[in-house]
C-alpha cells in the first residue's frame, strides 16, 4: 500500500508598519533597549523586520502623559497574525513608551521573497535640531506669545520683560508724577501775582502833610 505525505502548507505573511512613541527625555541606552525587545520579539516569531527608522524628538498634536513632546520610531515588518499583538504586548509593557499604533500595509506575501537592506534597519541616533525651536519661538512671536527682542540687540538675546508687579508700579507712578507737577505748578503761580492784582501803594494828602510839620514845630 502506498502511503501519500501532504504537502505543507504554504504560510502567507502580511506586512506592517508600527510607530511608536518614546518620553522625551529618554536616553540612547533606554531607547535602544525598546527597540531590541521588539526586534526580538519579530525574529522569535518568524518575522521579518525591514525598516527601521528613527523620526527624532517632536512636538505631539495633544499632550500624552503630561508630555508635549515624544522620540517617534518607525518600524516596518512581514509576519504572522500573531506577531503583531505579541509586539504591541511587549510595547505596552515598557514604561519608556507613551503610545504606539500598527497599520496593516499589504497581504499575502511570501517570507522567502522578503529582501532586506541592513543599512536600512540599524538604529540611528538623532539629536533634536535647534531649528525647529527658532521657528516654533518665532510662531509664538508673531502671536503676540513671546518677547520681541529690541531694535539693536541680537535675535537670540532675551529681552527684559516687564512683570505684572512692575507695570502695576509705573502705572500706579505715573498718576502720582503728573500730579506732582501740577502741584508745583499752582505755588509757583501764586507767587507771581499780576499787575492789576498787586496792592496800590499808599498816598500821602498835602493837608496830611502840612499836619504833620505842625506837629513836629
Known amino acids: 500500500m502506498t502511503t501519500t505525505t501532504a504537502a505543507p502548507v504554504k504560510r502567507w505573511a502580511r506586512e506592517y508598519e508600527t510607530i511608536y512613541i518614546l518620553r522625551p527625555n529618554v536616553d540612547n541606552d533606554g531607547a535602544e533597549k525598546v527597540i531590541d525587545r521588539a526586534k526580538d520579539v519579530i525574529a522569535r516569531l518568524d518575522g521579518t523586520l525591514t525598516k527601521l527608522d528613527n523620526w527624532g524628538k517632536r512636538k505631539l498634536a495633544y499632550p500624552i502623559q ?12 512581514v509576519g504572522f497574525n500573531d506577531l503583531v499583538p505579541e509586539l504591541e504586548r511587549n510595547l505596552r509593557l ?6 504606539f499604533q500598527t497599520v496593516l500595509l499589504a497581504e499575502d506575501i511570501d517570507p522567502a521573497s522578503v529582501a532586506v537592506d541592513p543599512e536600512e534597519v540599524q538604529y540611528l541616533h538623532v539629536e533634536e535640531e535647534d531649528v525647529t525651536e527658532d521657528a516654533e519661538l518665532e510662531r509664538a512671536r508673531s502671536l503676540g506669545m513671546a518677547p520681541r527682542a529690541p531694535r539693536g540687540m541680537p535675535s537670540d538675546a ?11 508700579a509705573s502705572e500706579s507712578a505715573e498718576p502720582t508724577a503728573a500730579s ?5 505748578e499752582a505755588p509757583a503761580a501764586a507767587e507771581a501775582p499780576t ?5 496800590a501803594p499808599e498816598q500821602t494828602t498835602e493837608a496830611e502833610s502840612a499836619d ?3 506837629e513836629e514845630g
Open 66 to 77: 503630561k508630555n508635549n513632546r515624544g522620540i517617534f520610531v518607525y518600524l516596518k515588518y
Open 94 to 99: 515598557l514604561d519608556d513608551v507613551v503610545r
Open 180 to 184: 506732582a507737577a501740577e502741584g508745583a
Open 158 to 168: 532675551t529681552p527684559e520683560v516687564e512683570g505684572p508687579s512692575d507695570k502695576a
Open 195 to 199: 499787575a492789576a492784582e498787586a496792592p
Open 212 to 214: 504833620t510839620k505842625r
